[in-house]
């Protein structure tokens, strides 16, 4: 009987492993719990205000999630959510945490993943606190600073209220960015770094919380550790200026040991890491927080951002963007090649609809398919998205609830979801709504290449298909979804070969 017990055991074990998704840390292409390789297309869904989470109840343009947004992300091609599940949610009151909270955030995992939904679990923040213009941990966390908010970024104080918070039509007044230079902002992320006053016993006790509510979740892609993270006390050690010293002297050394800690309750969720905002170049990350020898469970986190904008979010250079987005994305590059890992762009955008805007966005998408990468757009609704000034234009939706159909048509391009092998090479584009795929056939995995296209923006008049070499196939099961099927007869000939694919609009 206790052999039998200790065989059941084993294997619920490794059914549960395998039931989660990994990184092929050859490929460095992200796997389901079949084999395939995965390209995620989502978006944010990050509510920065309590209750921290979308309206479950009833449709708005700006803060629910409901079926029928649901469906609509289906039906446009997302199959990812990179969730903001928010400290000052998950812990209310210093060490009170909230078994509601958790729960409906996992309720929302849930339903997104039974309709083939696939989400991020990011502990989100964007300057710590509503004490800096922003929001992410519990006011206890903070350090005030020894000069008022938000100097010395600027030479006076904002009026506060009985909170300590300042007035957010004034934060508004300035981009959020320059408000992680505030004292305050600098020394919070130094306690946190540092374990001052026990802050960073604290930010692991909330990611305590967090993994024992997900750990045995099928649709979570990974935690994100912390999103955009700054350099710590700059004013008193300025050397954490210098490139990579922050991320060797503060961030990573947090990082290894928030690992460990998660490694016990998960021993196989992704983690993904972000490193420092503003790191351009010689970052000082040598490999992920587990190693090289974990490729296969955690992922470099990075976001490309247009960095020359004007206030209604429009860029006010296209030229320039697209050559600063494209530094970008050959520093992510760089940095995945040199710690031999899997990346993944969990955000970009936060744009409107404009022609220059969707230009903008159309970059970042063809370079994503160019490198093989996985995608966030930055939001999918407004979201109570109080740190940044064009957070109306950055939603699919405009206030009245009209749909932006000019970004939805952008971001809803066709490509392959997941794949029965490798990808090789993919492209769109959007003008012809021409598609061209190769990927290297696995004959050993046994599900088969999914494709998803938009039939009614980019094919309302049908589409036909090329695909070589003879013998393989290909169906139309349902709208917008193409399977690509290779009859068992030929695999074996096809094992380590590769197949290419082609739509054309009719």
Not at 143 to 169: A, C, I, R, S
Not at 259 to 266: L, T
């Amino acid at each position: 009987m206790e052999k039998i017990t200790i065989f059941l055991s084993t294997f619920l074990l490794i059914k549960m492993v395998i039931g989660f998704i990994s990184v092929d840390p050859t490929s460095r292409m992200i796997l389901d719990n079949n084999g395939r390789s995965i390209l995620f297309h989502g978006v944010n869904m990050v509510t920065k205000e309590f209750p921290y989470h979308p309206n479950l109840e009833e449709w708005s343009p700006e803060m629910s999630l409901v079926q029928e947004d649901i469906d609509n992300l289906k039906k446009w091609g997302f199959n990812g959510v990179r969730l903001g599940v928010m400290w000052p949610g998950v812990e209310p009151e210093e060490g009170v945490y909230n078994a509601t909270y958790l729960a409906t955030m996992r309720k929302i995992v849930d339903l997104l993943g039974a309709n083939g939904i696939y989400s991020i679990v990011d502990m989100h923040q964007d300057v710590l606190s509503p004490k800096f213009c922003g929001e992410g941990v519990p006011d206890y966390i903070v350090d005030p600073g020894v000069v008022p908010f938000p100097e010395p970024y600027l030479p006076y104080p904002f009026p506060v209220d009985e909170h300590g918070y300042p007035n957010l039509t004034q934060c508004l007044e300035h981009n959020f960015l320059y408000y992680y230079f505030s004292d305050g902002a600098c020394r919070t992320f130094e306690k946190i770094f540092l374990n001052y006053d026990n802050a960073r016993d604290a930010f692991f006790n909330f990611w305590n919380q967090v993994v024992e509510t997900f750990k045995d979740s099928e649709y979570v892609i990974g935690y994100e550790l912390i999103n955009e993270p700054f350099f710590g006390d700059i004013y008193t050690h300025p050397s954490l200026l210098v490139s990579g010293n922050a991320e060797k002297e503060r961030l990573m050394p947090m990082y290894k040991m928030l690992y460990e800690q998660i490694r016990v309750k998960d021993p196989s969720h992704i983690v993904l890491f972000d490193d420092i905002l503003g790191q351009l170049i010689n970052g000082g990350f040598d490999s992920g927080p587990g190693g090289f020898e974990d490729n296969d469970k955690q992922l470099y986190s990075y976001h490309i951002y247009c960095i020359t904008k004007k206030e209604s979010g429009e860029p006010s250079n296209l030229l320039f963007c697209n050559i600063t987005d494209q530094i970008f994305w050959d520093l992510a590059q760089y940095e995945r090649d040199r710690m031999k890992i899997g990346g993944i762009l969990t955000e970009f955008g936060a744009d409107d609809q404009d022609v220059s805007s969707l230009e903008a966005l159309n970059y970042v998408e063809m370079n994503a398919d160019k490198q093989l990468q996985s995608y966030f757009y930055w939001q999918f609704k407004f979201f109570d998205d109080i740190t940044t000034t064009a957070s109306v234009s950055e939603s699919f939706y405009f206030p009245n609830g009209t749909l932006k159909t000019g970004k939805v048509k952008t971001l809803s391009r066709t490509y392959a979801q997941a794949i029965q092998g490798i990808p090789m090479m993919m492209n769109f584009d959007p003008i012809t709504s021409k598609f061209q795929f190769k990927f290297q056939f696995n004959s050993s995995i046994p599900l088969q290449t999914e494709i998803y296209l938009n039939e009614e923006y980019y094919y309302p008049n049908g589409f036909s298909v090329n695909i070589s070499p003879n013998g393989v196939q290909w169906t139309h099961p349902e709208e917008n979804k193409i399977e690509i099927i290779v009859p068992e007869v030929i695999q074996p000939d096809l094992n380590g070969h590769n197949i290419t694919f082609s739509i054309i609009a009719n």
